[in-house]
């Protein structure tokens, strides 16, 4: 690479670590949970901060694909994600230092579904940014670095929750918001002299073409999404291993899971980044075998009563799944380009986030009648992707 693509190459590192590490401070797994409980919240508002997260940065994209197609350089719209994203957690901290218990949940609540569509808009451009700027090659390498680099700084989160004395833990976690707020601007700062140009191809004539319509026709594409929809279980099924941990043991051991979780994007991400950087499909297998033994191994060891064992399971599974996310991003990148890439970025997501809707929904059904054998159906869809990414075209 010359100076410049250097310059790109670093400038985008830093964009994607402090992005990173804002989310994981204002997470609807971790830090809003606890903020809510602390302020009295109901806990049905608290069930809802998942799927409205993670749905509602996937469900739009389509819709705003459509209708941001003309903007070339993607980097505007990629801003107008990161300010819309600030304000909504403006939003959450000012609710959380005002008001409290329903009132303090209803304003999360709504603040948390507008930082979901700035996140939508951020994902969508930010997938055609790296595109433009990185070529194949050294796009697994981006993503490996910045994943292992805000692993290490989220450590910071779980040192905090552990330092800090229960009766403060409503500031700290305003002290973490706050500080996602001055990571999302530090991102701007970074974005600046920085531009991606989607040029006219001949391959926008794609973008006409309804949701449905582009599924059928793109049989990469279709794959791509079987393969996301079943390996995304790597992620459905870890909130079982911390609530089994604190099933089995009164001591308040939330941060040992989030140190497991960073440790294992800082020793990992760079790794699986140079791997999907020479075959992402293979990343995509070892990647899901690495989830499946440490979900068979929940599966056996669950009624062991040993917390420290869950987080060690834990920590593997958040290594596996590390690789699914990187090689995912990777061969997302790699199989399209320009405005079809675009167009497999929006409809991917749309269709990941409404299955998402519905795993949750079924799940939560299912743990009302056979709760026991809820993770053998989760452990059996991760085997089932693993054995699918055999099917998968290579993408270099």
Not at 10 to 35: E, G, M, N, V
Not at 371 to 392: E, K, N, R
Request: proline share 2%.
């Amino acid at each position: 690479m010359n100076d410049q693509q250097n310059k790109t190459f670093f400038q985008l590192i830093a964009i994607a670590t402090f992005t990173k590490l804002a989310d994981l401070l204002i997470s609807a797994k971790t830090t809003l949970p606890w903020l809510l409980t602390s302020l009295g919240a109901p806990i049905w508002i608290i069930s809802l901060l998942v799927p409205i997260r993670e749905s509602g940065s996937l469900i739009p994209q389509w819709t705003i694909k459509q209708y941001t197609q003309n903007v070339q350089n993607r980097v505007i719209l990629w801003r107008w994600g990161i300010v819309i994203q600030t304000t909504a957690i403006g939003g959450i901290l000012i609710a959380a230092i005002c008001t409290e218990k329903l009132i303090a949940g209803l304003l999360i609540l709504c603040a948390l579904l507008i930082l979901s569509l700035g996140r939508s808009a951020t994902s969508l451009s930010m997938k055609d940014i790296q595109g433009v700027n990185i070529k194949k090659g050294k796009r697994g390498k981006l993503v490996g670095i910045a994943s292992s680099i805000s692993g290490l700084l989220s450590l910071l989160t779980a040192v905090l929750m552990i330092l800090a004395p229960e009766q403060q833990s409503t500031a700290t976690v305003a002290i973490l918001i706050a500080l996602s707020i001055a990571l999302m601007l530090v991102s701007l700062v970074f974005s600046r002299n920085l531009s991606a140009q989607l040029s006219h191809d001949d391959e926008k004539s794609n973008d006409q073409h309804g949701l449905w319509k582009t599924l059928y026709q793109q049989g990469d594409l279709k794959n791509l999404i079987i393969s996301r929809c079943l390996l995304l279980h790597g992620a459905l099924i870890a909130p079982f291993f911390v609530s089994g941990a604190a099933s089995n043991n009164d001591h308040f051991q939330l941060p040992y899971f989030i140190i497991a979780s960073a440790l294992a994007s800082f020793l990992s991400s760079y790794l699986w980044g140079k791997l999907a950087d020479k075959n992402a499909v293979k990343t995509l297998f070892i990647a899901t075998l690495v989830c499946v033994l440490a979900s068979v191994g929940f599966v056996i060891f669950t009624d062991a009563n040993n917390w420290q064992l869950n987080i060690a399971l834990f920590f593997l599974l958040s290594l596996g799944y590390a690789g699914i996310r990187t090689g995912r991003k990777t061969y997302m990148l790699d199989i399209a380009q320009g405005h079809k890439r675009t167009s497999y970025v929006a409809s991917a997501n749309t269709v990941v986030g409404y299955v998402l809707l519905a795993l949750g929904g079924i799940y939560a059904s299912l743990q009302l009648w056979i709760s026991d054998y809820v993770i053998l159906i989760m452990t059996g869809a991760l085997v089932i992707g693993l054995f699918h990414t055999l099917t998968m075209r290579a993408e270099k």
